[in-house]
């Protein structure tokens, strides 16, 4: 397992542990979470048969009914 950050960023533990093993004790005691491999969650996939891209301009219709006749003057 490689350290995601701290100083020895992308160190393997094994490897940090032969040239700063202090390091991998304060770690293990203030930071523990650093020792634990990252899990990832798995994300439903949302299937629908229309696209869920978002369009600015969909209720936006043109009113072709509007009489502006009376409007002119």
């Given at each position: 397992?490689?350290?995601r ?11 940090v ?34 696209s ?22």
């Open positions: 397992m490689k350290f950050s701290g100083k020895y960023i992308g160190l393997t533990v094994e490897h542990k032969t040239i700063a093993p202090w390091y991998v004790k304060w770690v293990s005691e203030n930071r523990p979470e650093m020792l634990k491999e990252r899990t990832f969650k798995s994300i439903a996939v949302k299937t629908t048969t229309q869920t891209r978002y369009d600015p301009y969909e209720g936006i219709k043109p009113n072709y009914d509007l009489d502006i006749t009376e409007y002119k003057k």
